[in-house]
């Protein structure tokens, strides 16, 4: 079946490092890929998607390229910021209707 | 505004209570979603609904309950056979038509302790 695997956390960086959360997923047909973001104490938000093989998701200086032939999204950023600190779920909508699969979810605390 | 609201914020449960929690969105979509959230495990889908009057179980439906009876709402009922229902509760919907196509949008959640 449809399934995701992150990277596990917790991250931690120092202000304006590089930022990589690896992401792979395991479905049938052509799935979407998202990566959704969620501060403390709140729900999700979408921060990028990609619907295609070789698509680029991008928002926020957060990058994701859909990479079929290595079934990956990995989630990146060249310079971090404090403000980036939450934690990140890739997810994957595929075959069955409606319904997102999501990782277990990324915890990143990035230091000034 | 358009968007998901989710209440109460804080919600607690004595031994042997059902407890309702509440979502209603202005965003006209048909597709509605629950979710648990405990920490470390990411999300889980307990319910969810692609037209009014008609939804599927998720992964964990075992001690909730859920009703569509109009497009915006769709409230989550935890019942007493929930043995460990603490947990922060996420409600989503989505649209499987337009350039917004597939991507649920959340409330701020629910959290449930048990007294």
């Known amino acids: 079946g449809d399934s995701v695997t992150q990277m596990e956390g917790p991250v931690t960086l120092s202000e304006e490092a590089f930022l990589t959360i690896n992401c792979t997923y395991t479905?049938?047909?052509?799935?979407?890929l998202f990566w959704y973001v969620q501060y403390p104490g709140e729900g999700l938000q979408l921060l990028l998607k990609?619907?295609?093989?070789?698509d680029k998701g991008s928002n926020k200086g957060f990058e994701a390229t859909y990479r079929k032939e290595t079934t990956s999204f990995h989630l990146e950023k060249g310079s971090v910021q404090v403000s980036d600190s939450a934690v990140y779920f890739c997810?994957?909508?595929?075959?069955?209707?409606?319904?997102?699969?999501f990782g277990r979810g990324t915890q990143l605390t990035v230091w000034p | 505004d358009g968007g998901i609201t989710q209440s109460p914020k804080y919600l607690f449960r004595k031994e042997g209570q059902n407890v309702t929690l509440s979502c209603e969105q202005n965003?006209?979509?048909?597709?509605m979603y629950w979710y648990r959230q405990d920490p470390g495990q990411g999300l889980r889908l307990i319910y969810y609904?692609?037209?009014?009057?008609?939804?599927q179980k998720g992964d964990i439906a075992e001690g909730y309950s859920v009703s569509r009876e109009k497009k915006e709402s769709f409230p989550l009922t935890v019942t007493s056979a929930q043995k460990n229902p603490t947990a922060f509760y996420l409600c989503?919907?989505?649209?499987?038509?337009?350039?917004?196509?597939?991507?649920?949008?959340f409330g701020a959640g629910t959290r449930l302790s048990v007294l």
């Open positions: 990609a619907t295609k093989a070789d």
């Open positions: 965003l006209n979509h048909d597709a």
């Open positions: 989503a919907s989505s649209s499987e038509t337009g350039y917004a196509k597939n991507i649920q949008y």
């Open positions: 609904s692609q037209i009014v009057n008609d939804f």
């Open positions: 997810a994957l909508k595929g075959s069955t209707l409606g319904r997102l699969y």
């Open positions: 479905a049938t047909g052509y799935p979407s």
